[in-house]
């Protein structure tokens, strides 16, 4: 326990630290992007694929946020009325857990069963908080997309290889930011369009009411 806390705090100085000095650098890459660019339309694409990539970014942010808020809140709340101990504890963890996609909830539905087992002595006890779980996730699923209008429609496949390759790479940091990565990714191929097969290619599927809101 000792070494996975170190590992993981100093995989949170980093972060820390490395945000810090993107913060403190400004614009300054953007600028010396734009003072190299050969022409005046190039200049003028990349300050906008900027400004829409930290438009998209934030709002997804956001919005994910304040809908892992509510996960957590309800989650809270159902381990407390199923009995199960510290459901402060089970809130905060399920708000931090939704900020990984697929593999997040997962783990999350697989160790509120766990937690259920050794808490209870018959199965469908057992099995209450993590069901809870499973349907407060679905709602959410349901929710957010349509909070987000289906803004960062990404293949679900490029997903799981994303967070397990950044999790890899950063540990829970970059799970934590393979997707706003991957998104940012697709929107700088949709722009450019020698890349836009590649964005096509990471996109996900839309459905045709997402297509007549988007148009």
Not at 5 to 25: K, N, P
Not at 29 to 38: A, G, S, T, Y
Not at 155 to 180: D, H, Q, R
């Amino acid at each position: 326990m000792f070494s996975g806390a170190r590992i993981m705090v100093a995989e949170f100085a980093t972060m820390v630290l490395l945000l810090f000095f993107l913060l403190r650098s400004g614009d300054l890459f953007l600028r010396r992007l734009v003072e190299i660019l050969p022409t005046l339309s190039n200049k003028k694409q990349a300050v906008d694929i900027s400004n829409e990539v930290t438009r998209n970014i934030s709002g997804y942010l956001v919005t994910i946020t304040l809908m892992n808020g509510a996960v957590g809140f309800a989650t809270a709340f159902a381990t407390y009325v199923f009995g199960l101990s510290n459901p402060v504890l089970w809130g905060v963890l399920a708000f931090v857990l939704n900020y990984i996609l697929i593999l997040g909830p997962l783990s999350g539905i697989a160790i509120l069963f766990l937690a259920g087992l050794l808490t209870f002595d018959t199965i469908w006890q057992a099995v209450l908080p993590a069901a809870s779980y499973l349907a407060i996730h679905v709602t959410e699923g349901a929710v957010t997309p349509l909070l987000l209008a289906r803004r960062f429609e990404l293949n679900p496949v490029l997903v799981i290889i994303s967070l397990v390759f950044w999790y890899w790479m950063w540990g829970i940091p970059g799970a934590l930011l393979a997707v706003p990565m991957l998104a940012s990714f697709k929107i700088i191929c949709d722009r450019v369009r020698p890349l836009m097969a590649l964005g096509h290619f990471i996109g996900g599927e839309i459905h045709a009411d997402a297509r007549s809101h988007q148009s």
